[in-house]
């Protein structure tokens, strides 16, 4: 079965600096790739969703993320980021074969100081 | 407004006493799902449908049940809670099956907590 690894449950950055959220999954089989994102008291929203058609994907709020075969990663990046960038990030990964499960990763809680 | 609806969002209770949580959703989604979110383990698939009548189980499926006898509603029941089910629980739906890359929609939480 598919997984995924966020590495770092917290992470800590000045305001203005890169984002660097961290995702790997586990099988060379390229998977359907989620990012969201969660506000404090509030559900999950997306922020972007790899698809074959480009390896470089661009979400909401100057987010992106590369996909890359080769290092079966998924990171999630920003240049610069702003207080509102506070909040919990999750990684999913869609399982293949005949399941139509979602496995998300442990989450990484992002912190910006100002 | 497109949204999933959960209620209740905040629940205490006793071990013991059967309760159910609802999840509507207004968008017409074939996909229903629900997660459980807990500390340090990320949310996990307790229960999933693809369709009315269609459910399946997830990752932690233990000590719940599912029906689905309307596309829109998808409640979840505990029959007999127990504290290790104290938990912040989601609802999330999509237009198709996770395989299609639909990405789902999330309601905004159901916080449990069973004394």
């Known amino acids: 079965a598919q997984s995924v690894t966020q590495l770092g449950s917290h992470v800590s950055v000045s305001e203005g600096a890169l984002v660097l959220l961290r995702c790997n999954y586990s099988?060379?089989?390229?998977?359907?790739l989620f990012w969201y994102v969660q506000y404090p008291n509030q559900g999950l929203q997306l922020l972007l969703k790899?698809?074959?058609?480009?390896?470089l994907v661009k979400g909401i709020n100057g987010f992106e993320a590369e996909f890359k075969k080769s290092e079966t990663s998924f990171h999630l990046t920003k240049p610069s980021a702003h207080m509102s960038d506070a909040a919990e990030y999750f990684c999913?990964?869609?399982?293949?074969?005949?399941?139509?499960?979602?496995?998300f990763g442990i989450g990484t809680k992002l912190q910006v100081i100002p | 407004e497109a949204q999933v609806t959960q209620n209740p969002r905040y629940l205490i209770t006793v071990t013991g006493k059967k309760l159910t949580v609802t999840c509507s959703q207004n968008m017409n989604h074939e996909y229903m799902s629900w997660y459980r979110q807990d500390p340090g383990l990320g949310l996990r698939q307790i229960y999933y449908s693809m369709n009315v009548e269609v459910t399946d189980k997830g990752d932690v499926p233990e000590g719940y049940k599912v029906s689905r006898k309307e596309k829109r509603n998808f409640p979840l029941i505990l029959e007999s809670p127990s504290p290790n089910q104290t938990s912040l629980y989601f609802c999330?739906?999509?237009?198709?099956?996770?395989?299609?890359?639909?990405?789902?929609?999330f309601g905004d939480g159901t916080r449990l907590s069973i004394l």
């Open positions: 999913a990964v869609t399982q293949t074969g005949g399941y139509q499960k979602v496995t």
């Open positions: 790899y698809t074959s058609a480009a390896t």
């Open positions: 999330a739906s999509s237009s198709q099956g996770p395989r299609s890359n639909q990405p789902q929609h």
């Open positions: 099988s060379s089989v390229p998977p359907y």
